[in-house]
C-alpha cells in the first residue's frame, strides 16, 4: 500500500461478509493496512480462522462464522464485532451466491428465490442492522459488490445478474436515504481469479482474457483497493456510485 494511504482507516471498524478468501479477504487486508480492524464473516469457521490470522490474529481481525441470510448471524456479528472492538463503522457486502447456470427461463425457483435472498435481501438486512447498531447515530459507509453481470445481460448466469442489478438499484435508494452522514457505493466486477468464479474461466483463461482491453482477467486486489477507496475519506463526496472494475471488457460489449 502506498505511504499515502497508511492510517487512513486508523480507528475505523468494519464488517466484511464472505471474506475468507478471493475478493472479501483482499478488501479485509485493506482495511487493515490501513490501520482498522475488520469482523469477517463466511459460512466455514476454519476458513475463516485461518484467515484472521492471516491478518493480524485477534487484535485486528475477529470471525463469527455462519449463512449471510441469517438473521440470528446478522445479529451475533454485529453485537460481536461492536463489542470486541468498542464501535463499527463500516459494512461490506460481499457475500454473493449463484448455484445455478443457465437459461433464466428454465431456472429451478427456489433456486432463485435463494440468490435473490442472499445477494439481495441479505445485503439490505445487514445495512438495517449496521445501520440501528451505530452507523445511524455515528455516520459511516457502505459498500456493496455486484457485478457487471449486473450491468448488462449475462448469458448462463442471468439470475445472478437479476440481483446484482438489484444490489445495484439497492445502493442508490440505500445513498438517497441514508444522506448526508453515511455514504453507500458499490463496485462492478467483471471475471477476477477466485474459486467462486472458476467456472467462467477455468482451463480458458486466455481465451476469456482476450476478450479484455486489459487482456488479463481481475485478481482479488484489484478489487479490494476500489473498495477501501470507497470507504475511506477520499472518496467524501461520492455516494449511489458504482464503478465499474473490468479491465474494459464492457466497452466490448462482453460480461
Known sequence: ???????????KVAIVT??????????????VAGGGRVCITARKADALAEAAESLGGPERAIFVAGAAD????QDEVV???????????????????????????????????K????????????????????LAQNGGAIVNVASVAGQLPAPGIGTYG?????LIHVTEELAVELGPDIRVNAVAPAVVKTKFAKGLYEGREEEVAASYPLKRLGVPSDI????????????AWMTGQTLTVDGGVL?????
Open 224 to 235: 479490494g483497493s476500489v473498495v477501501a477507496f470507497l470507504l475511506s475519506d477520499e472518496a
Open 18 to 31: 464472505g471474506a475468507s478468501r478471493g475478493i472479501g479477504l483482499a478488501i479485509a487486508e485493506q482495511i
Open 162 to 166: 437479476a440481483s446484482k442489478a438489484a
Open 251 to 255: 466497452l466490448t460489449g462482453g460480461v
Open 115 to 134: 440468490i435473490f435472498q442472499v445477494n439481495v435481501v441479505a445485503a439490505i438486512a445487514w445495512a438495517q442492522k449496521v445501520y440501528h447498531a451505530s
Open 79 to 113: 453485537a460481536t464485532t461492536i463489542d470486541a472492538f468498542g464501535g463499527l463503522d463500516f459494512l461490506v457486502n460481499n457475500t454473493g451466491i449463484n448455484p445455478t447456470y443457465g437459461r433464466m427461463i428454465d431456472i429451478d425457483l427456489e433456486a432463485a428465490n
Open 1 to 11: 500500500m502506498p505511504d499515502g494511504f497508511v492510517g487512513r482507516f486508523d480507528g
Open 70 to 73: 441469517d438473521a440470528a448471524h
